[in-house]
């Protein structure tokens, strides 16, 4: 975090309908101002009269300039101005993250979100919303469902036609799209259509797209809980199977914000179902072979988390460096590999969870060693599934597995992890 050793950042938020939206305190705060951050458009709804402050508009890209921007200014009286609410998806918290929340002052006007559920009439708290701003458009993915409204923050003027055409291939064809662009300003526009026959010319790049989800009939049904089908996965075949993932990710039991390491990556479900079971979930994915993580890559962005770390065989990665240390470690594979568990281990923070699969003699003989050193639960299970035998139905097994689930223990105590 910067030291902050000037006076209070102004942060003012400032609606389509601009100067004239202003409170009394934002207003006063923008007059007081001896340096006025924002956009060329921000910037431009501050009447050429009201005070006299240097205005200075954001460089691109702008999180690597922002330190040394503010601590050129941080003897003068700053005011900084954002789209709405500045802490909702803004520049508020990308200042309150650098500086800490005691160095701003924030006035914030309605967000995009609340005008427009306003104009919809749909319950604020319960709209899930999905940033495209800056951000792969697949994030929209984890969240579409039979009957769920969703609002997406759009990049510019060609998201919703992006929209349309991404519900369209994944299922969601029938949803009504309905774009409210410049809300609160003069130039307030509504339009709405439905994703499959979308042909609304691009409009103002100002918007937000509200999504009333409708499957299309026969669509998979792709939820956030583990246990995918596995023919929602493309590759060589190369995954582990939906109801050995399902248990699996309940024992690494994800939590938001956490980063997993997935070794042994294949087709890439383990990470990706982490990853769906919260927005703000992580993973970094170790996979030796280049055709494989290409197909993870496709797997992640087909599934709307394109956000995943894709890199290659982790002891090489390791050694490397540079690399977070994980809150949960999956070991799908390399079990007998010499120094791999020693050296995730290591790199588990204290209190992290790690999971490990085995479908071979050998790699067994290393979980039951493990566990009895570390501690933990061991488990083993095996999946029938039913196929077709001539005229008849039979129970088809899989291969069992064994699964090791441990925790590792504070540092003041590491004899005796386990769980």
């Known amino acids: 975090m ?10 003012v938020g400032i609606g389509a309908d601009g100067w004239d939206g202003l409170g009394a305190a934002a207003r006063e705060a923008v007059e007081r101002a001896e ?7 921000q910037l431009s709804m ?9 205005r200075v508009r954001w460089p691109a890209p702008l999180l690597p300039a922002l330190p040394d921007l503010l601590a050129a200014h941080c003897d003068a009286r700053i005011c900084v101005l954002a789209s709405g609410d500045p802490m909702f998806y803004g520049i508020g918290v990308t200042l309150a993250k650098l500086l800490g929340p005691q160095a701003l002052r924030v006035l914030p006007q309605p ?30 993915l984890p969240e579409l469902a039979d009957g769920r409204r969703i609002l997406l923050l759009s990049n510019d003027e060609r998201t919703p036609e992006q929209v349309a055409k991404l519900l369209s291939r994944n299922g969601f ?13 003069r130039g307030e526009r509504v339009v709405s259509g439905t994703a499959s026959t979308w042909g609304e010319l691009p409009g103002d790049p100002l918007n937000i797209v509200a999504v009333d989800c409708v499957a299309d009939p ?32 309940a024992a690494l039991a994800p939590a938001p914000g956490e980063l997993l390491w997935d070794v042994g990556g294949g087709s890439g479900t383990i990470a990706i179902e982490w990853c769906r079971t919260h927005p703000d979930c992580r993973a970094i994915t170790f996979e030796r072979s280049a055709e494989r993580r290409a197909q993870i890559a496709g797997n992640a962005a087909a599934l ?30 390399g079990l007998t590999q010499p120094g791999l568990f020693e050296d995730c281990w290591a790199r588990l923070r204290p209190g992290g969870r790690l999971v490990a699969n085995a479908v071979t003699a050998e ?12 501690g933990g639960a061991l488990r083993r299970f095996q999946i029938y599934r039913a196929e077709p035998l001539g005229g008849f139905t039979a129970w088809r097994p899989q291969l069992p597995v064994t699964q090791w689930t441990v925790v590792k223990a504070a540092e003041a105590d590491q004899g005796s992890a386990g769980q």
């Open 218 to 249: 026969g669509a998979s049904r792709l939820t956030r809980l583990p246990g995918l089908p596995d023919g929602a996965y493309g590759g060589d075949g190369q995954l582990t199977k939906a109801e050995v993932r399902a248990m699996s990710i």
């Open 111 to 140: 967000s995009s979100a609340s005008l427009a559920c306003a104009r919809l009439g749909w319950g604020l708290a319960q709209t899930p919303v999905v940033s495209a701003v800056g951000r792969p458009l697949e994030t929209l």
């Open 35 to 41: 340096v006025m951050f924002g956009s060329g458009r």
């Open 363 to 374: 790699s067994e003989a290393h979980l039951v060693a493990w566990a009895a050193e570390l």
């Open 304 to 333: 709307g988390v394109p956000g995943i770390a894709i890199v290659g065989e982790v002891l090489a990665e390791l050694a490397d460096g540079g690399l977070a240390g994980p809150d949960a470690i999956f070991l799908g594979g």
């Open 2 to 11: 910067m030291q902050w050793s000037g006076a209070s950042i102004a942060v």
């Open 173 to 185: 064809g029938q949803s009504v799209l309905t774009v409210l662009q410049q809300l609160g300003g």
């Open 46 to 54: 501050v009447p050429a009269e009201v005070g006299e402050p240097e």
